[in-house]
């Protein structure tokens, strides 16, 4: 038998329009980010009550689970928690830098002993 070739059914594709590179910006006229500026003394106590208004709320939540019977006893067994993402991360490590919180890994931070 012979075999001839199958002519493809598809049209012809069209050529596709060459698309130019965009002209790169210069980047010494691009400013460079600014530092973080230091919190400020309202902030980081905003930053803190609303910490301590999470971690009561988080520990009443998990005290309060069926599974767990208010006769046996015994404080919540959650120490730390991931803080508010309402606050930028340099506002939670000024508190820890302050000695208020203490900074457990993985982004979570509990409270310092008073």
Request: aromatic share 4%; charged share 25%.
């Amino acid at each position: 038998m012979d075999e001839t070739p199958a002519e493809s059914s598809l049209p012809n594709d069209p050529p596709s329009p060459t698309v130019e590179a965009a002209p790169s910006l210069p980047t010494a006229a691009t400013p460079a980010p600014a530092a973080p500026a230091k919190p400020s003394a309202e902030e980081l106590k905003a930053a803190l009550k609303a910490f301590k208004k999470r971690i009561k709320v988080t520990q009443l939540d998990q005290d309060s689970r069926v599974g767990r019977s208010p006769l046996t006893g015994g404080k919540s067994q959650i120490l730390s928690i991931t803080p508010p993402n309402q606050y930028p991360r340099a506002v939670w490590e000024a508190l820890a830098a302050e000695g208020k919180l203490k900074y457990v890994g993985e982004g979570m931070y509990e409270l310092r002993a008073p």
